[in-house]
């Protein structure tokens, strides 16, 4: 269960709620900023997994983490490493393209969108890269075009390095990823355009040389739920319009350029990539097309505020129906 939109202790506790319910692992975004300014909290995430980590047993997933901007590839790898020598066997990595509201904060260029899939890209190989070299004892080195890692050793490693995601919606991205990455995050698609990344993925894979059967197949899906319809519309609209916005979010800069945005989002904007819904059969419905398609697993964020309350109705009635 993805966990945002609360202070950092809070996170903790419902983390340790979630894993006391059925749910097999926490997943944290890396944001410097909430999109919203009424969200009010964007902890660091690196810092919140490791907490997350003392008080439960699932996997742990720093989702959306973006090399090369706040953070260099070699202090993401050292981040990584370090929690998953924590908590053995636990931790994934995936890493995005990043957006402007979380990486322009250091005054660095903010580049274009193909330029921000080739950096990430040249992230993934270095980061991979280190983590094998550390795991042998090996210094690493890496020069790309937008990338430089000089002589390098991280001397604190888990005995198996974090897998490295691709996190995408994009299938020419996705079947990139297949070539040189551990799996994908798939984010914010349907059903059936999570089918189609997967496809691009095996393609990517095999085009590679490499076996798509071993690529992790990670899926996070954005849900709305409350106890009446009424409700689930209106918290989808206050705490996640963008998840009604039709453009690439990719330049916006701040919580309160986009608060103005929202306020031009109704319920007509709301479709399907975001389920809406009171009915926990849809929300079951919705996981199993997932995991139907081939993910081994589905994150599912809850857009409102109603955290506890959405984790009790979903170990009672939507885990049952997945077996």
Do not use: C, K
């Given at each position: 269960?993805?966990?945002?939109?609360?202070?950092p202790?809070?996170?903790?506790?419902?983390?340790?709620?979630?894993?006391?319910?059925?749910?097999?692992?926490?997943?944290?975004?890396?944001?410097?900023?909430?999109?919203?300014?009424?969200?009010g909290?964007?902890?660091?995430?690196?810092?919140?997994?490791?907490a997350?980590?003392?008080?439960?047993?699932?996997?742990?997933f720093?989702?959306?983490?973006?090399?090369?901007?706040?953070?260099?590839?070699?202090?993401?790898?050292q981040?990584?490493?370090?929690?998953?020598?924590?908590?053995?066997?636990?931790?994934?990595?995936?890493?995005?393209?990043?957006?402007?509201?979380?990486?322009?904060?250091?005054?660095?260029?903010w580049?274009?969108?193909?330029e921000?899939?080739?950096?990430?890209?040249?992230?993934?190989?270095?980061?991979?890269?280190?983590?094998?070299?550390?795991?042998?004892?090996?210094?690493?080195?890496?020069?790309?075009?937008?990338?430089?890692?000089?002589?390098?050793?991280?001397?604190?490693?888990?005995?198996?390095?974090?897998?490295?995601?691709?996190?995408?919606?994009?299938?020419?991205?996705a079947?990139?990823?297949?070539?040189?990455?551990?799996?994908?995050?798939?984010?914010?698609?349907?059903?059936?355009?999570?089918?189609?990344?997967?496809?691009?993925?095996?393609?990517?894979?095999?085009?590679?040389?490499?076996?798509?059967?071993?690529?992790?197949?990670?899926?996070?899906?954005?849900?709305?739920?409350?106890p009446?319809?009424?409700?689930?519309?209106?918290?989808?609209?206050?705490?996640?319009?963008?998840?009604?916005?039709?453009?690439?979010?990719?330049?916006l800069?701040?919580?309160?350029?986009?608060?103005?945005i929202?306020?031009?989002?109704?319920?007509?904007?709301?479709?399907?990539?975001l389920?809406?819904?009171?009915?926990?059969?849809?929300?079951?419905?919705?996981?199993?097309?997932?995991l139907?398609?081939?993910?081994?697993?589905?994150?599912?964020?809850?857009?409102?505020?109603?955290?506890?309350?959405?984790?009790?109705?979903?170990?009672?009635?939507?885990?049952?129906?997945?077996?």
């Amino acid at each position: 269960m993805p966990i945002d939109r609360v202070s950092p202790r809070e996170a903790v506790a419902l983390a340790e709620r979630a894993d006391g319910a059925g749910f097999r692992g926490a997943l944290a975004a890396d944001l410097f900023q909430p999109w919203l300014p009424s969200l009010g909290q964007a902890p660091f995430v690196w810092s919140l997994l490791s907490a997350i980590g003392e008080h439960t047993a699932g996997d742990l997933f720093a989702g959306m983490t973006v090399p090369g901007y706040r953070l260099h590839p070699a202090t993401l790898a050292q981040a990584a490493a370090t929690l998953a020598a924590l908590h053995p066997d636990r931790v994934w990595l995936s890493v995005a393209p990043g957006e402007a509201i979380n990486e322009h904060v250091t005054g660095a260029s903010w580049p274009e969108a193909p330029e921000r899939i080739e950096r990430m890209f040249e992230a993934v190989e270095a980061i991979r890269r280190l983590f094998a070299a550390s795991s042998s004892g090996r210094d690493s080195r890496y020069r790309g075009e937008y990338v430089t890692l000089e002589t390098a050793r991280l001397w604190t490693t888990p005995a198996v390095p974090p897998r490295v995601l691709v996190a995408t919606g994009g299938p020419a991205t996705a079947r990139r990823a297949g070539r040189v990455a551990d799996g994908l995050l798939a984010v914010g698609v349907r059903p059936d355009q999570g089918r189609r990344l997967l496809q691009r993925l095996s393609e990517g894979a095999e085009a590679a040389g490499r076996d798509p059967a071993g690529l992790l197949r990670i899926a996070h899906v954005n849900v709305s739920w409350a106890p009446d319809q009424a409700q689930a519309i209106r918290q989808a609209l206050a705490r996640f319009p963008i998840g009604a916005m039709r453009f690439a979010r990719g330049d916006l800069r701040s919580p309160q350029l986009v608060e103005q945005i929202a306020a031009l989002v109704g319920p007509e904007d709301l479709d399907e990539r975001l389920l809406v819904s009171s009915d926990p059969d849809r929300h079951g419905e919705l996981l199993s097309q997932f995991l139907d398609a081939g993910y081994d697993q589905v994150y599912v964020h809850n857009v409102g505020d109603n955290h506890a309350e959405f984790i009790d109705m979903y170990a009672a009635r939507v885990l049952p129906l997945l077996g």
